[in-house]
């Protein structure tokens, strides 16, 4: 079992939808959990950090179940330039390594 | 306050030459981490340092592959003798180094292209 799976997609949304996507990790340890996106031939940008509680950027949503190991991203009112692939990260515990998942491709169509 | 510096933004090489990849990392951070992303595919981990010290490398190639982070100067990412298969985008992010804060920061990345 990978330690960070995340459905590949493509996902293809209409404009002004909403799309959520999960990731699981199977370190029950980690501790730090995060959502970067990453545009075509483009750098990887920090996104959200998702905490205990959950965490909300207008129109996008965290959610981090430690139950099921799993985090979550709900996107609202999806527009064009959120396409992207979104890449789900954890950190192992103490150790400062993050292991990536492979991301999940969305695509916003008009 | 500039972000992630890394260069050059693209580097083509003939097999057997070799290619040094630059990082600087933001202002005040101390951790340095150089990442590979293949076409298509995810970000897989080489190595991460701090200055003057290799923590981790244990995502790096045995052979031909050798990073430094010297206690002056931007970090280095070293590939001898290149071959095709070290195509790829080399991404470079630093980090504060804080207990509280393991977020990443990228830099451009540098694009090899062996021929």
């Known amino acids: 079992r990978k330690e960070v799976e995340q459905d590949p997609g493509p996902f293809n949304v209409p404009e002004g939808a909403t799309v959520a996507f999960n990731c699981t990790y199977s370190?029950?340890?980690?501790?730090?959990f995060f959502w970067y996106r990453q545009d075509c031939r483009k750098e990887p940008k920090l996104l959200m950090s998702?905490?205990?509680?959950?965490n909300e950027d207008g129109r996008f949503t965290a959610q981090l179940n430690r139950a099921s190991q799993y985090i979550s991203l709900l996107i609202r009112d999806s527009k064009l330039s959120d396409s992207a692939t979104y890449l789900c990260?954890?950190?192992?515990?103490?150790?400062?390594?993050?292991?990536w998942g492979a991301g999940t491709k969305l695509i916003i169509k008009p | 306050n500039a972000g992630v510096m890394q260069n050059p933004r693209h580097l083509v090489r003939r097999r057997g030459q070799e290619a040094r990849l630059r990082c600087s990392p933001m202002?005040?951070?101390?951790?340095v981490y150089w990442y590979r992303q293949l076409p298509e595919e995810g970000l897989k981990f080489m190595v991460y340092?701090?200055?003057?010290?290799?923590?981790?490398e244990s995502g790096m190639p045995k052979e031909r592959f050798s990073a430094e982070f010297p206690k002056e100067g931007p970090s280095i990412l070293r590939i001898q003798q290149v071959v095709r298969g070290d195509s790829a985008a080399y991404f470079c992010?630093?980090?504060?180094?804080?207990?509280?804060?393991?977020?990443?920061?990228f830099g451009p990345g540098t694009r090899l292209t062996v021929t």
């Open positions: 370190n029950s340890a980690s501790q730090s």
């Open positions: 202002k005040g951070h101390s951790h």
């Open positions: 990260v954890v950190n192992m515990g103490s150790n400062y390594q993050l292991i």
């Open positions: 998702v905490y205990s509680s959950g």
């Open positions: 340092l701090q200055k003057e010290n290799i923590i981790d």
């Open positions: 992010a630093s980090s504060p180094g804080l207990v509280e804060s393991y977020e990443q920061y």
